[in-house]
């Protein structure tokens, strides 16, 4: 792992997924893994990451829902570009083999949002942690 252990250091944990929205260029949002969609992610302290998500409660009114996606995988930050990288080893999706992931991240008390943009739209993921 490269980049600023410092920073590296607020993203390590278990996040639960709270929610995964794409927005399309004309505004229009669809909720990607339904309206109560579980999953985590997780960053180790040795900066690899893990992350399984599924989907559950409600789709969108003619969106398409997408099952399960589950990959893993070393990390690197870049923390000036706030960008974390997810260098995918595994996937259920076999497209993602080999690539590299890069999330804008932001994080806010217990909350961490994680963005990208893929084909043209732009995919919000909300996780959060409980600190017990």
Not at 16 to 34: K, V
Not at 73 to 90: K, Q
Not at 94 to 107: D, H
Not at 121 to 131: G, M, N
Request: contains cysteine; aromatic residues 8%.
């Amino acid at each position: 792992m490269s980049g600023s252990l410092e920073c590296f250091e607020e993203l390590v944990g278990a996040w639960e997924l709270r929610s995964c929205t794409s927005t399309l260029p004309d505004g229009t949002q669809e909720h990607m893994y339904g309206s109560a969609p579980v999953g985590v992610i997780m960053y180790t302290p040795d900066g690899w990451m893990s992350c399984y998500m599924a989907s559950g409660g409600e789709p969108d009114p003619g969106g398409s829902l997408t099952n399960r996606t589950g990959y893993y995988g070393p990390v690197v930050i870049r923390p000036a570009d706030r960008v974390v990288e997810h260098h995918v080893r595994h996937s259920t999706s076999e497209f993602m083999l080999g690539t590299v992931q890069e999330r804008g991240y932001r994080i806010e008390g217990d909350t961490l949002m994680l963005s990208a943009e893929m084909n043209g739209k732009q995919i919000e993921v909300v996780w959060s942690r409980d600190r017990k």
